[in-house]
């Protein structure tokens, strides 16, 4: 366990790094940026408070789901549609979904406190969105809601929990689409949990589903008709290596520490990552985002190789996941099978992916990874490379998408 010291001196580090994006962009960036003004507030001012009638549901032009747009025009009422008030509603989101995540970690890894916090709050797309006027906080606020309802009710198999998970799974997928990942991934874990006639109850986890089917009647697909001409679901293989490369620089450390353990002497399946390295040669990276702009920045071979060397990676740390799901605890086992999830979502988005997508994949496997990690070099990663890669970003914001 990590000494007191320690503790409070990394808390006095986390919670500026939390505050600093907020605060940042209400002094220097008043402005609306990136889809704040393009889209959000937009939207939000068309829908008002209250419920949208069916024209506003099938007539706005982002892909984000409506709830979204629903709980902020409700609560832009209260305060006059503030772009700093509509921040600072997401920058408490972001903060409750760090206790959230101190939460659910503890229910397999107690030790752990605050150097995986730092961690979280460090990578660049939850630091940077903590200040933004963007959906990701709040659909990751209900999915971690899902998760620690779905291990609590494991503990305790009370009405309660389970109620809550389904319910927050429920309204994460109104919020972003994509969210479908949580009770399908949800559903396999109690599936690989329950024993005998018990499994066929993981179907429940199936329920929030359902919140999709309004959409899919108001829409006759996964977005608005106004935009369906531009995200168009479907296998894309640029995806894919966007994917594997973003977990290739993301869980480095992770990948690292588990062949430590191994005495770097890996096991043979890790063979099945070689072809990333032909996909991300055939297929470059088309994620939009900060990894794709630092590749950008290299010259041609060398971004190529880089490319090619991170899908490697990240293929390599994916088979190890999958590789220890069958000796970790059930517990364990669901934020990683949701994460692996996403990812595979996001490979079948189509052709227009965004890094930020990454952000649930990367909380859900990084809890996953919480009772391998170690204090120094989680500190080290995160103030070393995390933190001034965010703040590089951040400082960098731009008035276009990312």
């Not at 006095?12 to 704040?36: C, I, K, M, N, T």
């Not at 997928?173 to 479908?180: G, H, K, L, S, V």
Request: aromatic share 12%.
């Amino acid at each position: 366990m990590m000494p007191a010291s320690r503790e409070r001196w990394l808390l006095l580090v986390l919670v500026p790094v939390l505050a600093f994006p907020v605060v940042y962009l209400s002094l220097a960036q008043p402005r609306p940026l990136w889809d704040e003004g393009i889209n959000h507030l937009p939207v939000i001012e068309r829908f008002g408070p209250g419920l949208p009638g069916l024209d506003d549901l099938r007539g706005y032009t982002t892909a984000v789901g409506p709830l979204f747009y629903v709980v902020f025009a409700n609560l832009g009422a209260l305060f006059g549609n503030s772009l700093f008030g509509f921040r600072l509603v997401v920058f408490l989101l972001a903060a409750a979904n760090v206790l959230l995540f101190y939460a659910t970690g503890r229910r397999f890894a107690p030790e752990r406190r605050i150097a995986p916090l730092l961690l979280l709050a460090s990578y660049p797309y939850f630091f940077t969105l903590s200040g933004l006027l963007m959906s990701e906080h709040l659909a990751l606020f209900f999915g971690l809601l899902a998760l620690l309802g779905y291990l609590r009710w494991t503990e305790s198999s009370r009405a309660g929990p389970l109620a809550v998970c389904l319910l927050a799974a429920a309204l994460a997928i109104p919020t972003r689409q994509f969210y479908a990942f949580l009770p399908v991934g949800l559903t396999v874990a109690e599936f690989l949990r329950a024993r005998g006639p018990r499994r066929a109850h993981a179907l429940v986890f199936l329920l929030p589903l359902l919140s999709l089917v309004p959409l899919l009647l108001a829409w006759h697909g996964l977005t608005p008709p106004a935009v369906q001409g531009v995200h168009t679901p479907g296998f894309s293989p640029p995806a894919l290596s966007s994917v594997l490369v973003w977990t290739g620089l993301f869980f480095l450390p992770h990948f690292i520490t588990g062949l430590a353990r191994q005495r770097f002497r890996p096991s043979p399946w890790l063979a099945f990552a070689l072809p990333a390295v032909p996909l991300a040669l055939l297929f470059p990276p088309s994620g939009t985002g900060l990894t794709r702009t630092i590749l950008d920045r290299l010259p041609a071979p060398l971004s190529a190789a880089a490319a090619a060397l991170l899908a490697l990676l990240g293929a390599g740390y994916l088979i190890t996941v999958i590789l220890r799901l069958k000796t970790s605890p059930p517990a364990r086992r669901a934020p990683a099978i949701a994460g692996l999830f996403v990812l595979l979502v996001l490979t079948g988005i189509g052709p227009l992916v965004f890094e930020r997508y990454f952000l649930p994949g990367f909380v859900l496997l990084l809890l996953f990874e919480l009772p391998d990690i170690r204090t120094w070099w989680t500190t080290a990663w995160s103030l070393g490379f995390q933190l001034p890669l965010a703040i590089v970003q951040l400082l960098r914001l731009a008035p276009v998408a990312g």
